[in-house]
């Protein structure tokens, strides 16, 4: 019994020792958990608040981009979906860093916002308790270029962390 459990103790470590091979594979090449970051797909859901929208306007990658149009009195937000209908729920553990990187373009005729622009994730516990959010940021005024200006940096996720959801807020 101690042979057949040493031969399952080890087929484990090994299963374990791909897994992170693969996973640090894939963070060091970049890999991107936003199923649609170009904004192309326009049947993916848009969930927000205060017009989230695609636009043709003008676009960094292909012809699409995400449109936010905030307003002086209240945020303009949106969350990443996975598909039609979900919010893209990452799961994580407590301490894990995640790189944040996004483009942002700021018309400089926009004077009506005067805060910061936002890219960063929501923390919750596996019972779906909100804990809290963590971002990278850039002034709006920096921002409002008239061209594209890359936010980025690292967000590390609290204690008891489960999952996040990366949103976008003006």
Known sequence: KAVTAQTAA?????SANTAQAMLSTKITA????????SFENTSYR???????????????????S??????????SWAVLITDTTSILNVPCSPG???YAEIYVYGKATNTTHTGSITFGVSNYQSNGTYINNVAVAQTATTALSGGWTKISGYLT???NTAWVNPYIMI
């Open 157 to 159: 996720t609290p204690a």
């Open 66 to 75: 995400l449109k936010l149009t905030g307003n002086t009195s209240d945020a």
């Open 30 to 37: 970049g890999h991107n958990i936003c199923p649609n970051p």
């Open 96 to 98: 894990d860093v995640f």
């Open 46 to 64: 848009i969930d927000g608040h205060g017009g989230p929208a695609y636009s043709t306007d003008v676009s960094r990658i292909g012809s699409r």
């Open 10 to 14: 080890n087929t484990a470590q090994t």
